[in-house]
């Protein structure tokens, strides 16, 4: 079984630009949770989709958006994007609700200049 | 408040035991999860334990929850070059069904 994969692996954008990543759980998983990696602030949740809707949303500002299609696939744009948007952006899936399942991709690491 | 607090590293000798420890504060926490951090890869899943658990042994892996002082940690035994990575606990919370990270420790094993 395929495992969860992210596109593209790096990305440099510059300021004001916009961005959009995808994830591709494992096949047969409906949800797909985002995080945000970065030195100073560590693993930060951004949000959770299962079924098509937003199940859970973590305190980040209405510049970060995701959705996910009935396929499961997942996409979280980033608009406007700021310096400090750069990280590592982790997907991870599940079968069901809950974290006991939940695999990850390798991550999308976005540099913005 | 959420928070999850970690020493940023631990260095072992090849063949001895890692003990990387986690403290919380959330006392609604469900589970507590360790997860693996290599470079350049995304997170793995290691084990989990439910809160009202105080140890839980997978192998080389021991996890141990104290739930009154919030304190969880985890010991490799007989630690290999292998498991030099970083390392994360993380709790979920049952008020918001989020999952809370730690700072993460890194693992250096030498030789």
């Known amino acids: 079984k395929a495992g969860v994969t992210q596109t593209p692996r790096y990305l440099i954008k510059t300021r004001g630009q916009q961005v959009t990543l995808s994830c591709s759980p494992i096949s047969g998983h409906r949800s797909v949770s985002w995080y945000q990696q970065t030195p100073g602030q560590g693993l930060q949740f951004l949000f959770e989709?299962?079924?098509?809707?937003?199940?859970n949303k973590g305190n980040f500002p209405g510049r970060f958006s995701g959705r996910q299609f009935s396929n499961s696939r997942s996409e979280m744009n980033v608009s406007t994007l700021e310096l400090g948007d750069s990280a590592l952006y982790l997907c991870?899936?599940?079968?069901?609700?809950?974290?006991?399942?939940?695999?990850f991709g390798p991550g999308t690491r976005l540099l913005v200049l | 408040g959420e928070d999850v607090e970690q020493s940023l590293f631990l260095s072992v000798r090849e063949g001895d035991s890692s003990v990387i420890n986690c403290t919380y504060t959330?006392?609604?926490?469900?589970?507590l999860y360790w997860y693996k951090q290599e470079p350049g890869a995304g997170l793995q899943l290691l084990t989990y334990i439910f809160s009202n658990m105080d140890m839980k042994q997978d192998q080389r892996l021991t996890v141990l929850l104290n739930k009154k002082d919030k304190h969880l940690s985890l010991r490799i035994a007989d630690t290999q070059t292998g498991d030099s990575a970083i390392y994360f606990c993380a709790e979920s919370i049952l008020s918001t069904d989020k999952l809370i990270f730690g700072t993460g420790t890194r693992l250096q094993v030498f030789p």
């Open positions: 991870a899936s599940s079968a069901e609700q809950g974290f006991e399942t939940q695999y």
């Open positions: 989709y299962f079924s098509e809707t937003q199940r």
């Open positions: 959330d006392s609604s926490s469900t589970y």
